[in-house]
């Protein structure tokens, strides 16, 4: 109950509040209503206001839309071993300038290096049995390999042997028997050739074979070596010498930095004015350089989550930028815009409301109008007309005060044409 009585004298008293602002606003308008009698009658009473006035001027501004985001590397890799076995040593840290090709981390070779010894040998091996050195690389013709030149010449010899014997003309010169022996030569080694081919097919695959073996061998050794593939910089070390790794473990994790990536989310009903090529500037936060860039990459799609646009800017040689910053930045869609402004000390605001003065035939008029973008001192301005003058630093002026135009000084005179 007692929690209940205090609620509702709460709510009571926000609208005893809320009733009595809203009665000091409508005084305070119908106070500055032309129309209001006692109004009238106050410029009666009291001297021209001295006022410092400004033109509304139709002068081309720059649209651009406002994004936040954050800087990304160009490129980030973790550089894992692809090959199992201990690290020997490993040869860069956080923070360290890495160049395209360093040597980063080493695993120990002596396994690698035995097993490239080990095929190497079974390829001397292989090319011996083909008759074959070293410098041996077509393999194409195999009726070049020494074993089935021997069944060549086997068999020559015995089609040789044979037509002689056919070529004989005297009845009885030979016997059937040598004959049909001459015949079975010629089968055989006929036989022999096609072995000496199936064998040399099989000694070229085995060679091969071992060749292939060595090839992975020397990779293997090889991959031993972990380089870095691009110039930039350690952001983690993720393992130390002496351990044993396997294959796919990560060592250590590089980014790129002489060129990053500016990534902005655009809010979705501004993204209809993004395109490539625009011009791009934006300062990291907490910082006051302004660094520029264009767009050079849109985001197909809009992020279904927080129903923005990804845009992308690279960023070439921005000495003291770093991967991760906040950035806040600008998109220009539109270099030159016509638009009406006035300078920013001619407006009176209050609680979201803005209003200006207008002199009219010699007597100040209360307008209200609605802002658009700051350029300098000067803001655009919507409601009001190319040529009105409107009242600079106006304070406590009331609608309908009479007002004389004072002589400008220096110092104002520049505000009123500053942009």
Known sequence: MVRSRRTTQALIFIAIIAVAGWAIYQFADWEHE?????????????????????????????????????????????????????????????????????????????????????????????????????????????????????????LQEAERHLRRLQQLSQPGAISAAERDNAEVAVELASGKLEDALQEARHRVATLTERRTALAIAEHELNETILRAPFEGAVTRRLADAGEYVQVGEPVLSLVRTDTLRLRLEVPER????????????????????????????????????????????????????????????QIVIDAEDPALTLPASALVSFAGVHRVFVVRDGRAVEREVSLGQRVGSRVEVHGLDSGELVVLEPGNLRAGTEVRFATPTADQMAGVHER
Do not use: C, W
């Open 34 to 154: 032309p129309q209001n009698p006692a109004h009238e009658a106050l410029p009666a009473l009291t001297a021209a206001r001295e006022v410092t006035v400004a033109s509304v001027q139709q002068e081309p501004i720059e649209r651009f839309v406002e994004a936040v985001g954050a800087m990304h590397p160009l490129e980030e890799v973790t550089l894992k071993v692809k090959v199992a076995g201990r690290l020997e040593e490993v040869l860069a840290d956080l923070g360290d300038q890495v160049t395209r090709g360093q040597v980063v981390a080493r695993v120990e070779q002596e396994d690698y290096d035995l097993e490239v010894r080990r095929a190497s040998a079974q390829v001397d091996q292989a090319l011996a049995l083909l008759g074959l050195d070293n410098n041996s690389q077509g393999l194409e013709d195999l009726e070049e390999l020494s074993l089935v030149r021997q069944a060549q010449a086997t």
């Open 270 to 329: 501004l993204a209809p004015h993004i395109q490539h090529g625009q011009s791009v500037r934006f300062q990291v936060d907490q910082q006051g350089e302004v660094f520029e860039a264009r767009v050079e990459r849109l985001s197909p799609v809009i992020e279904p989550g927080s129903r923005v646009l990804i845009v992308e800017a690279r960023v070439a040689g921005a000495k003291g930028l770093r991967p991760g910053s906040f950035v806040r930045g």
